[in-house]
């Protein structure tokens, strides 16, 4: 689903690939309507003086400033309150989020031009133009690059190790946060923050650490604060495989598996997961493979899982399988060696059910599962009834 992160309507809904990219590859651009607003950054500065384009002081105003008021800009009153002199739509603006990350901006800009004739009277004429630019991102969401519809690179993007940007700036920057180059502060979410002084702006919210303004413990080549919450965000030490499985799992085992992987990833255990959540039609695309339309095996060797759609655990967001890597990056598959058997110690801490525990199919040890209590042809019934919370199934 793309959306617009401002106003979050719809712009598309569609298939895609694991990748993110769109299915419909016979369109090769993103369309979308432009939505209006003020033109204006996310701060804005409000003051009291005169400017020179011909507005007369609004009733109530010091008539003391003789001089008319700046267009677009706001400004205070006698009455201690504030009015917009005239609106400014000069710009507008739209970012495009997929999978919670800004992907694109779509900026439409008018301008107008006015001629005298030779009557004396005034006539003007209004022009657009839209500029529109894909973003390229580094490991940690950081914007390095923006592309136009031709495919060609139109900027580049560098930051210190704190985020300060060097040269060109965009409305996205270090690890993707909102940028506003006016002020020099990137919008996190819960506070703002300053790379120039690699500081937040005010006190850490939830008091997390010795120092409240300290940006990840003044070390951010280890660790990154993705909401100015924390000093180093658990989730994003984890690789990117594993967010974007974690984020596909039912809400009521994401901190969990969270806890167990990194605690894994500490005592020097890498532990990646490759299956998580599975739609029930992509359950099915799996059961397809190796049978002929009636289900029969007529490719033994080809045969992925016995389970149909909707009889899976991974149809619900509620079970993961996971592979262990040694120190060199090769896969691990002695399941009766140290490794697996911390991993399996580990997932039962955390409230899961190990495969390694199961009689049919028998010692399915890279799958790690938590039922609530549910039977899956229980939940199956949860989920045709719509008894459901943003697509999951209701388990507490």
Same mark, same amino acid.
């Given at each position: 689903?793309?959306?617009?992160?401002?106003?979050?309507?719809?712009?598309?809904?569609?298939? =895609?690939?694991?990748?993110?990219?769109?299915?419909?590859? =016979?369109?090769?651009?993103?369309?979308?309507? $432009?939505?209006?607003?003020?033109?204006?950054?996310?701060?804005? !500065?409000?003051?009291?003086?005169?400017?020179?384009?011909?507005?007369?002081?609004?009733? @109530?105003?010091?008539?003391?400033?003789?001089?008319?008021?700046?267009?677009?800009?706001?400004?205070?009153?006698?009455?201690?309150?504030?009015?917009?002199? =005239?609106?400014?739509?000069?710009?507008?603006?739209?970012?495009? %989020?997929?999978? @919670?990350?800004?992907?694109?901006?779509?900026?439409?800009?008018?301008?107008?031009?006015?001629?005298?004739?030779?009557?004396?009277? +005034?006539?003007?004429?209004?022009?657009?133009?839209?500029?529109?630019? !894909?973003?390229?991102?580094?490991?940690?969401?950081?914007?390095?690059?923006?592309?136009?519809?031709?495919?060609?690179?139109?900027?580049?993007?560098?930051?210190?190790?704190?985020?300060?940007? %060097?040269?060109?700036?965009?409305?996205?920057?270090?690890?993707?946060?909102?940028? #506003?180059?006016?002020?020099?502060?990137?919008?996190?979410?819960?506070?703002? !923050?300053?790379?120039?002084? $690699? +500081?937040?702006?005010?006190?850490?919210?939830?008091?997390?650490?010795?120092?409240?303004?300290?940006?990840?413990?003044?070390?951010?080549?280890?660790?990154?604060?993705?909401?100015?919450?924390?000093?180093?965000?658990?989730?994003?030490?984890?690789?990117?495989?594993?967010?974007?499985?974690? #984020?596909?799992?039912?809400?009521?085992?994401?901190?969990?598996?969270?806890?167990?992987?990194?605690?894994?990833?500490?005592?020097?255990?890498?532990?990646?997961?490759?299956? =998580?959540? +599975?739609?029930?039609?992509?359950?099915?695309?799996?059961?397809?493979?190796?049978?002929?339309?009636?289900?029969?095996?007529?490719? @033994?060797?080809?045969?992925?899982?016995?389970?149909? @759609?909707?009889?899976?655990?991974?149809?619900?967001?509620?079970?993961?399988?996971?592979?262990? !890597? #040694?120190?060199?990056?090769? *896969?691990?598959?002695?399941?009766?060696?140290?490794?697996?058997?911390?991993?399996?110690?580990?997932?039962? *801490?955390?409230?899961?059910?190990?495969?390694?525990?199961?009689?049919?199919?028998?010692?399915?040890?890279?799958?790690?599962?938590?039922?609530?209590?549910?039977?899956?042809?229980?939940?199956?019934?949860?989920? #045709?009834?719509?008894?459901?919370?943003?697509? %999951?199934?209701?388990?507490?």
């Amino acid at each position: 689903t793309l959306y617009d992160g401002m106003s979050f309507d719809i712009i598309r809904e569609q298939e =895609s690939f694991a990748d993110g990219y769109f299915t419909n590859t =016979s369109d090769t651009y993103v369309d979308w309507q $432009a939505s209006g607003g003020e033109s204006a950054s996310r701060y804005r !500065y409000i003051g009291e003086e005169a400017g020179s384009n011909g507005l007369s002081p609004a009733s @109530g105003e010091n008539q003391a400033n003789s001089q008319s008021l700046i267009s677009g800009n706001f400004h205070a009153n006698s009455n201690a309150d504030y009015r917009l002199v =005239s609106p400014n739509r000069s710009r507008s603006s739209v970012t495009l %989020f997929a999978k @919670g990350e800004a992907v694109a901006t779509n900026k439409n800009s008018y301008s107008t031009s006015t001629t005298s004739t030779s009557t004396g009277n +005034r006539s003007g004429t209004t022009s657009a133009s839209t500029k529109r630019s !894909y973003f390229g991102t580094d490991m940690i969401g950081s914007v390095r690059s923006s592309t136009h519809d031709d495919g060609l690179n139109a900027n580049y993007y560098d930051y210190d190790v704190f985020g300060k940007p %060097f040269g060109e700036t965009s409305d996205y920057g270090y690890v993707g946060k909102p940028y #506003d180059p006016v002020t020099g502060l990137s919008n996190y979410g819960y506070r703002d !923050y300053s790379p120039k002084t $690699a +500081r937040f702006t005010t006190v850490d919210p939830i008091r997390d650490g010795h120092n409240w303004y300290a940006y990840c413990s003044n070390d951010p080549v280890n660790f990154v604060d993705l909401w100015g919450l924390s000093a180093e965000d658990v989730k994003a030490k984890l690789s990117k495989n594993n967010q974007i499985h974690i #984020d596909k799992l039912h809400p009521a085992i994401r901190d969990k598996t969270i806890e167990m992987l990194s605690n894994l990833n500490e005592n020097g255990i890498n532990v990646e997961i490759v299956s =998580s959540m +599975r739609t029930i039609e992509e359950q099915n695309a799996l059961y397809a493979i190796g049978r002929d339309k009636d289900g029969k095996k007529i490719e @033994g060797e080809k045969i992925v899982t016995n389970a149909k @759609g909707g009889t899976s655990n991974h149809n619900f967001g509620l079970a993961f399988d996971v592979e262990v !890597y #040694d120190d060199k990056g090769k *896969k691990d598959w002695n399941d009766k060696g140290e490794s697996w058997q911390a991993v399996i110690k580990e997932g039962e *801490k955390q409230g899961f059910t190990s495969g390694s525990t199961f009689v049919n199919p028998k010692n399915d040890f890279p799958h790690f599962e938590n039922m609530f209590g549910y039977s899956t042809s229980e939940l199956k019934k949860l989920y #045709d009834e719509g008894k459901t919370t943003g697509g %999951f199934v209701n388990v507490n």
